[in-house]
């Protein structure tokens, strides 16, 4: 079965640092892009942070600076450092992940269970 399982979520205080990591598992022949999302009650899902295949990330305008994305490879994992957190971050974290699987070969849109990250003012 193919997964993703997100960990690294809590709750912190302003200005403070929580470090989320997602891993997938399953018999995936390789991933291509990976991000993280949020998305609060009642309201749409967004883009928090994305980096492709060679490394190449975008950010949302409101974490720019503070937020780290980064990804390992051989480990099928990504990470999403989160530093001077706000009382507006919070909400639930959700990775993703586009991968290739074999036997037949298909490329699947991936996600997590989601990680609730609450920042107290």
């Known amino acids: 079965q193919v997964q993703l399982v997100e960990s690294g979520g809590g709750l912190v205080q302003a200005g403070g640092s929580l470090r989320l990591s997602c891993a997938a598992s399953?018999?995936?022949?390789?991933?291509?892009?990976m991000g993280w999302y949020r998305q609060a009650p009642g309201k749409q899902r967004e883009l928090v942070a994305r980096?492709?295949?060679?490394?190449?990330?975008n950010y949302a305008d409101s974490v720019k600076g503070r937020f780290t994305i980064s990804r390992d490879n051989a480990k099928k994992m990504v990470y999403l450092q989160m530093n001077s957190l706000k009382a507006e971050d919070t909400d639930v974290y959700y990775c993703?992940?586009?991968?290739?699987?074999?036997?037949?070969?298909?490329?699947?849109?991936?996600w997590g269970q989601g990680t609730l990250v609450t920042v107290s003012s």
């Open positions: 993703n992940m586009g991968v290739y699987m074999l036997s037949p070969y298909r490329y699947l849109e991936l």
């Open positions: 399953g018999s995936i022949y390789s991933v291509n892009d």
């Open positions: 980096i492709t295949s060679d490394g190449s990330t």
